[in-house]
């Protein structure tokens, strides 16, 4: 994510496209071909339509603040430079990105930071990883399904380390009613056996 540089309209608009990517889990098709119109600044809810979606139904997809602070400013900057576009991903002279350049470019980030060797460098990665996060953070594997627009469960994405299912399990008993207590009775010097223990 350091990778592009921000000081020019092209890494600017990767940093954005990434971070997107990253925080919604939206597809690469989805992001390139984003329009202004289908992202509500003030519910911070993009909006795609059934034509645009892989199944081929009304998506909703939540983005943070400072997501939406990005999408403003680079909305922003194409307004003066390509008035006439309605996209939010702009190639250097105002034509529609592809998604196989920025497949490309994701790659060469990737390589410029040292990391293409051991993590695959894609779009698909960032919603591989969106997804990963967003359950390890405690999030409902129902509102990961209709985020990312999953007719079915979202398990392929998610592989979970040990550390991962500790991490889990940690946050269960925090919050649950066994946060505060021991699972296990103190010994008062009798062993009294439990029948189908």
Not at 84 to 109: C, M, W
């Amino acid at each position: 994510m350091e990778q592009p540089d921000r000081t020019t309209y092209a890494g600017n608009r990767d940093y954005v496209l990434m971070r997107l990517l990253l925080e919604s889990g939206m597809r690469i098709v989805e992001v390139v071909a984003l329009e202004k119109g289908e992202i509500d600044f003030k519910t911070r809810l993009i909006t795609l339509s059934g034509t645009k979606n892989k199944n081929r139904r009304l998506r909703v997809i939540p983005v943070s603040t400072s997501m939406v602070r990005l999408l403003i400013k680079l909305i922003g900057e194409n307004q003066v430079y390509f008035p006439e576009s309605d996209r939010v991903f702009l190639a250097n002279y105002g034509e529609p990105l592809s998604p196989i350049s920025i497949t490309h470019r994701i790659k060469q980030y990737g390589t410029k930071a040292g990391i293409a060797h051991e993590v695959r460098c894609s779009p698909h990665t960032f919603r591989h990883t969106m997804a990963k996060n967003f359950l390890t953070s405690g999030g409902d594997i129902i509102a990961l399904q209709r985020i990312l627009g999953h007719s079915s469960m979202v398990r392929k994405y998610v592989e979970h380390t040990p550390d991962d299912l500790r991490i889990a399990h940690d946050r269960f008993i925090s919050n649950s009613s066994l946060g505060g207590r021991s699972m296990t009775r103190p010994n008062h010097g009798t062993t009294k056996r439990t029948r189908g223990f």
